[in-house]
Nanobody, 125 residues
Framework: QVQLVESGGGLVQPGGSLRLSCAASSGRMLRVGAMGWYRQAPGNQRELVATITSDKRTNYVDSVKGRFTISRDNAKNTVYLQMNSLTPEDTAVYSC??????????????????WGPGTQVTVSL
C-alpha cells in the first residue's frame, strides 16, 4: 500500500559526502509519522542510523553524530540523509523506514510500517 524508493547511494572516497533521499508514496491518502534511516553491513545486524518525527525531532546513533544530518520535507513525504566525512566503516546498505497512516475508502485509515529496498553506500579509495 505504501512504497518507499531510495536514491543517492554510490561509491565515494573516505572523507567524501553523499546525500540519500527516500520518498513515500501511495495511491491513497498518507499521513506519514516517523521516518528513519537504517544500515546493514555484511555480517552485521541492521542498525538504526537516524530518525526524524513528523515535527522534525531527530535522533542519531553515536557513530554518526556530527557527520550525518537527517531532514524531511513533509509536503513531499520525503526524508533525506546528508552524510559527510564518510569512512569505510559507513559502508553498508542503507534502507529507509516510514510509519504512519494510509487512507481507506470512506475516510478511515490503516497504520503502515514500510521499508524501502535499500541503496548501497560504499566508502573506499
Amino acid at each position: 500500500q505504501v512504497q518507499l524508493v531510495e536514491s543517492g547511494g554510490g561509491l565515494v572516497q573516505p572523507g567524501g559526502s553523499l546525500r540519500l533521499s527516500c520518498a513515500a508514496s501511495s495511491g491513497r491518502m498518507l499521513r506519514v509519522g516517523a521516518m528513519g534511516w537504517y544500515r546493514q553491513a555484511p555480517g552485521n545486524q541492521r542498525e538504526l542510523v537516524a530518525t526524524i518525527t513528523s515535527d522534525k525531532r531527530t535522533n542519531y546513533v553515536d557513530s554518526v553524530k556530527g557527520r550525518f544530518t537527517i531532514s524531511r520535507d513533509n509536503a513531499k513525504n520525503t526524508v533525506y540523509l546528508q552524510m559527510n566525512s564518510l569512512t569505510p566503516e559507513d559502508t553498508a546498505v542503507y534502507s529507509c523506514n516510514a510509519q504512519g497512516l494510509v487512507g481507506r475508502p470512506f475516510g478511515s485509515f490503516d497504520p503502515f510500517d514500510s521499508w524501502g529496498p535499500g541503496t548501497q553506500v560504499t566508502v573506499s579509495l
